[in-house]
Antibody, heavy 119, light 108 residues
């Protein structure tokens, strides 16, 4: 069974940093593209970042480019999101998501981790 | 950047057919994917590449895409289909992935 489990969420002050992690099981980690998608409370889904299977191709949505960094460690089967200069509007549930390559769907989602940015 | 438009809400009686639309410029040339999200749960892929049904998704779910509109159709709607539905595409102009704002399906 494919599983993605996020961790690292919590309460952080505006301007602070947080690092999210995602560990997976049930598939060969190094064979798959991965993404971070978030959802603010009561709002829709927002794609944030993509990383290719080998880690060479990386893309960000404009609202987080320059503040967030996506990375992966294929040996540890882990995906990361380093979030810097956090803003109140970054408050959301953050999902680790498999897939999302060119014309490909997001085929498996984690349960999400909540990040709250507040003073 | 590419924009997908979805109506905020759709309501349908049990046993009837629900039709949810997703509009975008020349959307028919793109591959559209659909996700179902029930309250408190992570999204689930219910349709890929316009009309492909993932394993485990009932045949009551079908999709189409032509012109500027993609459609997710749910036949014989059940109470358990009540959820938010999001369409999504890959934007080849900037390699971004784009979601519509979602449609809340209410089963009356």
């Amino acid at each position: 069974e494919v599983q993605l489990v996020e961790s690292g969420g919590g309460l952080v002050q505006p301007g602070g940093s947080l690092r999210l992690s995602c560990t997976v099981s049930g598939f060969i980690f190094g064979d798959f593209e991965l993404n971070w998608v978030r959802q603010a409370p009561g709002k829709g889904l927002e794609w944030l970042a993509y990383i290719s299977s080998g880690g060479r191709a990386i893309y960000y949505t404009d609202s987080v480019k320059g503040r967030f960094i996506i990375s992966r460690d294929n040996a540890k089967k882990s995906l990361f999101l380093q979030m810097n200069s956090l803003r109140v509007e970054d408050t959301a549930t953050y999902y680790c998501v498999r897939g999302g390559g060119i014309n490909l769907p997001f085929d498996s989602w984690g349960q999400g981790t909540l990040v709250t940015v507040s003073s | 950047s590419y924009v997908l438009n979805q109506p905020p809400s759709v309501a349908v009686a049990p046993g009837k057919t629900a039709t949810m639309t997703c509009e975008g410029d020349n959307l028919g040339i793109r591959s559209v994917h659909w996700y179902q999200q029930k309250p408190g749960q992570a999204p689930v892929l219910v349709m890929y590449n316009d009309r492909g049904r993932p394993s485990g998704i009932p045949e009551r779910f079908s999709g189409s895409n032509s012109g500027n509109t993609a459609t997710l159709t749910i036949s014989r709607v059940e109470a358990g289909d009540e959820a938010a539905y999001y369409c999504q595409v890959w934007d080849n102009s900037n390699d971004h992935r784009v979601f519509g704002d979602g449609t809340k399906l209410t089963v009356l």
